[in-house]
């Protein structure tokens, strides 16, 4: 909601973009895979946000063309399914840009990790053979995060500073990649100090500082010249796409058991405003992260 400003937003947008459910009808473009009474996830398109019709509502009609929709696994409910398809989605994206293969053996620092996406691309990094995963995450979210499979926990709070912290840990044994799910600018300008020189420094994160911000560190953190005073590590930012190898790739994962969601409580599609209130006032101080709704009227149970 807060991603786009309300110039270009339509009044009474619906937000949200995850979405799972079951299909009830199919147009005459829908892909031959997808059949009425499939249970499916998935992320809507861009486009259909600034229309304003997002997935915070019991039926959604979805372009299978420019939307990410993909079968639920049999082992996954929807209410599961409902909170990782972002996280899939980001994870596929991150793991082709650094670089990140099955059986990769690399060493890997998640900064963010304990959020929607961080949990998701911890156990995505664990089953690509990652050889150790550090993670910074509130020290509450440390149980969560091993339980995922990180390696070695850092609360980003108990630090004056998060990049001295790392400088000291890891200076003798930097990581191969970095994945930032916060946008910490200084992070990556300190990255010599604890990522190695042909490593890989992925930002999916934060638009919090405004668009300018973030566009303009994109730009210098690419392209500005390394005999400039450009830092000299290899910056990857993108936004998101769908990638058809996701819809085969993310929910194979999930089959298998590496991959799972977490959710913290699910609450009904009436106390949707106090999900909002809840994830925008009260998430930093809570045990774990990932919050849903979930409505099941007539039947049908839709996650969000
Ligand atoms: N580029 C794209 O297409 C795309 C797509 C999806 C998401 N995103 C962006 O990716 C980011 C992550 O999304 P998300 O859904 O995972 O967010 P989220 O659920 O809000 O999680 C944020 C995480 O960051 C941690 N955190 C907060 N402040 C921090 C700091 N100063 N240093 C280190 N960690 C900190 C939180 O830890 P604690 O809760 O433990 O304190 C939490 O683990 C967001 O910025 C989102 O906008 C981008």
Not at 35 to 46: K, P
Not at 220 to 238: D, Q, S, V
Request: with cysteine; glycine share 10%.
């Amino acid at each position: 909601m807060t991603m786009l400003p309300s110039l270009i937003r339509v009044k009474n947008s619906i937000p949200a973009m995850d979405f799972s459910g079951t299909i009830i009808a199919k147009g005459p473009t829908a892909l031959p895979n997808l059949e009425i009474g499939m249970r499916v996830f998935g992320v809507l398109e861009t486009a259909a946000m600034l229309k304003g019709n997002g997935t915070l509502c019991e039926y959604i009609n979805v372009s299978a063309s420019s939307s990410m929709i993909m079968p639920v696994p049999e082992n996954c409910s929807l209410e599961q399914a409902g909170c990782m398809a972002i996280g899939g989605m980001m994870s596929y994206l991150i793991c082709k840009n650094g670089g990140i293969k099955e059986d990769c053996g690399l060493r890997i620092l998640v900064n963010g990790a304990s959020g929607g996406c961080g949990t998701i691309f911890v156990q995505v990094a664990k089953a690509m053979g990652a050889e150790e995963i550090a993670a910074t995450c509130s020290s509450p979210n440390f149980g969560l995060m091993r339980e995922l499979g990180a390696d070695k926990l850092i609360d980003y709070r108990g630090q004056p500073s998060l990049q001295d912290r790392l400088a000291k840990d890891y200076a003798d044994r930097p990581f191969d990649v970095i994945v930032d799910m916060v946008g910490n600018q200084d992070l990556y300008v300190n990255s010599p100090h604890y990522l190695k020189e042909d490593g890989v420094f992925v930002n999916i994160g934060d638009y919090t500082k405004g668009t300018f911000a973030t566009a303009l560190h994109w730009f210098l953190n690419t392209w500005w010249p390394r005999w400039l005073g450009g830092t000299p590590r290899n910056y990857k930012m993108f936004p998101p796409s769908f990638e058809p190898d996701v819809s085969v790739w993310f929910p194979s994962l999930i089959a298998k058991g590496q991959v799972r969601a977490v959710i913290e409580r699910t609450m009904g599609f009436e106390e949707v405003l106090e999900v909002r209130d809840y994830f925008k006032y009260k998430r930093l101080n809570s045990p774990s992260h990932r919050l849903m709704t979930s409505s099941r009227r007539n039947g049908q149970e839709v996650g969000l």
